[in-house]
């Protein structure tokens, strides 16, 4: 499959995806409004995020996930399916590496796409449980200008990695893809069998337009099936529309500042959001 690119050894040690292979991975955002860059986390980098997941929400069955989603706002997660959450972690260990959510090699691949200004606008992971099923079709976000023909496209406004923290047979329930739906009129409802998808393997980035339909498949498993979502958008994009009533971006204070200052300015709105959070706390 053309939107699936292998980062060799070399791109990773060089942080930069070699002129050819970026030229491919391009061209399949382009044209398909996704790609998968397989190969920039390695094996133990992806266990390593799994276990932090683990170590925040692992001892939480279908039960106990099902009364957090139902507290009122802030919350740390909603529901987003049956037996689906779209959950606020926390940004520490793991999750706050340097190498994951400022990696240099994505860094360099999202600039072209988003400018040497762009922003973390969310970091969360959705957990799909056994007995999940079919999630509706959605985009992540609408064209910002729906009355505007789709076609030429505009340019993108954000992209979502998302990074897999097992490896995800299809019985597991991988992201369906319509391919080349970032183009497509909001109006137009597209057949299922349209739909594409591929078993994911841990570490991979599965970069998604904003824009481009997806969905999440049913889980036929007896595995939680979590992913985690990056979302890098323009300066002047936030989603205002799918972190409704919560922080998505749940990092303290303090492990911002202990950031390297190449980093800040990336994840500037986590920041804004941990000042935000304590000039609202109760006493102040």
């Given at each position: 499959?053309?939107?699936?690119?292998?980062?060799?050894?070399?791109?990773?040690?060089?942080?930069?995806?070699?002129?050819?292979?970026?030229?491919?991975?391009?061209?399949?955002?382009?044209?398909?409004?996704?790609?998968?860059?397989?190969?920039?986390?390695?094996?133990?980098?992806?266990?390593?995020?799994?276990?932090?997941?683990?170590?925040?929400?692992?001892?939480?069955?279908?039960?106990?996930?099902?009364?957090?989603?139902?507290?009122?706002?802030?919350?740390?997660?909603?529901?987003?399916?049956?037996?689906?959450?779209?959950?606020?972690?926390?940004?520490?260990?793991?999750?706050?590496?340097?190498?994951?959510?400022a990696n240099?090699?994505?860094?360099?691949?999202?600039?072209?796409?988003?400018?040497?200004?762009?922003?973390?606008?969310?970091?969360?992971?959705?957990?799909?449980?056994?007995?999940?099923?079919?999630?509706?079709?959605?985009?992540?976000?609408?064209?910002?200008?729906?009355?505007?023909?789709?076609?030429?496209?505009?340019?993108?406004?954000?992209?979502?990695?998302?990074?897999?923290?097992?490896?995800?047979?299809?019985e597991t329930?991988?992201?369906?893809?319509?391919?080349?739906?970032?183009?497509?009129?909001?109006?137009?409802?597209?057949?299922?069998?349209?739909?594409?998808?591929?078993?994911?393997?841990?570490?991979?980035?599965?970069?998604?337009?904003?824009?481009?339909?997806?969905?999440?498949?049913?889980?036929?498993?007896?595995?939680?099936?979590?992913?985690?979502?990056?979302?890098?958008?323009?300066?002047?994009?936030?989603?205002e529309c799918?972190?409704?009533?919560?922080?998505?971006?749940?990092?303290?204070?303090?492990?911002?500042?202990?950031?390297?200052?190449?980093?800040?300015?990336?994840?500037?709105?986590?920041?804004?959001?941990?000042?935000?959070?304590?000039?609202?706390?109760?006493?102040?």
């Amino acid at each position: 499959m053309d939107w699936i690119i292998p980062v060799s050894w070399s791109d990773n040690a060089s942080d930069a995806l070699s002129p050819g292979t970026a030229q491919s991975a391009y061209a399949a955002l382009r044209e398909h409004g996704v790609v998968i860059l397989r190969g920039i986390f390695s094996a133990g980098e992806g266990e390593a995020l799994h276990r932090e997941y683990l170590s925040q929400y692992g001892a939480y069955d279908l039960r106990a996930m099902s009364e957090l989603a139902a507290a009122p706002p802030p919350s740390q997660l909603i529901e987003v399916g049956e037996a689906r959450y779209d959950i606020t972690v926390r940004m520490k260990g793991a999750f706050a590496a340097p190498r994951l959510i400022a990696n240099m090699l994505l860094r360099r691949f999202l600039t072209p796409l988003l400018g040497e200004n762009m922003r973390l606008n969310s970091f969360t992971a959705v957990a799909s449980y056994p007995g999940a099923q079919l999630q509706h079709p959605h985009r992540d976000h609408g064209h910002l200008y729906g009355e505007l023909p789709a076609d030429p496209p505009l340019p993108t406004h954000a992209i979502n990695v998302a990074i897999p923290l097992i490896d995800v047979a299809v019985e597991t329930g991988p992201t369906g893809i319509w391919l080349g739906s970032h183009t497509w009129p909001e109006s137009y409802i597209p057949p299922p069998e349209a739909m594409t998808t591929v078993p994911f393997q841990r570490g991979d980035c599965i970069l998604v337009d904003y824009r481009t339909l997806h969905t999440g498949l049913p889980n036929r498993s007896q595995l939680v099936r979590p992913i985690i979502y990056m979302t890098y958008a323009r300066t002047w994009f936030f989603d205002e529309c799918n972190h409704l009533g919560r922080n998505p971006l749940n990092m303290p204070l303090e492990t911002y500042e202990a950031l390297p200052e190449s980093v800040r300015p990336l994840l500037y709105r986590v920041f804004l959001q941990s000042v935000r959070a304590r000039q609202l706390a109760p006493g102040n």
